[in-house]
Nanobody
Framework: QVQLVESGGGLVQAGGSLRLSCAAS????????IGWFRQAPGKERASVAV????????DYADSVKGRFAISRDNGKNTVYLQMRSLKPEDTAVYYC????????????????WGQGTQVTVSS
């Protein structure tokens, strides 16, 4: 079992920044790829960013490329999502999830999910 807890969400004005954290406990965190996903009201959950177990490979949704950065610190069992130049359309509940392979994680086929953290961007 891996338990994931997101934090760092909140209310921010357009153009602002937030850093989300995903803290893991349980089984060996460094064995898993980690993804950040988001779900806005009335919309399906969508992948935002994914990072490999080593941190050496990352990928981003086109809508966030150049604005968001995913990173991980396996020594602290934590993955981060730095969000800059936030837009109202970034408003959503953000989830982190752990998957046994990079490709499964990128597709949303993950073994463990956090409870989510709300990000609201005002215009």
């Amino acid at each position: 079992q891996v338990q994931l807890v997101e934090s760092g969400g909140g209310l921010v004005q357009a153009g602002g920044s937030l850093r989300l954290s995903c803290a893991a406990s349980g089984r060996t965190f460094s064995n898993y790829a980690i993804g950040w996903f988001r779900q806005a009201p009335g919309k399906e959950r969508a992948s935002v960013a994914v990072i490999s177990w080593s941190g050496g490979t990352t990928d981003y949704a086109d809508s966030v490329k150049g604005r968001f950065a995913i990173s991980r610190d396996n020594g602290k069992n934590t993955v981060y999502l730095q969000m800059r130049s936030l837009k109202p359309e970034d408003t959503a509940v953000y989830y982190c999830a752990a998957g046994s392979t990079y490709w499964d994680t990128q597709s949303g086929t993950c073994d463990y999910w956090g409870q989510g953290t709300q990000v609201t961007v005002s215009s």
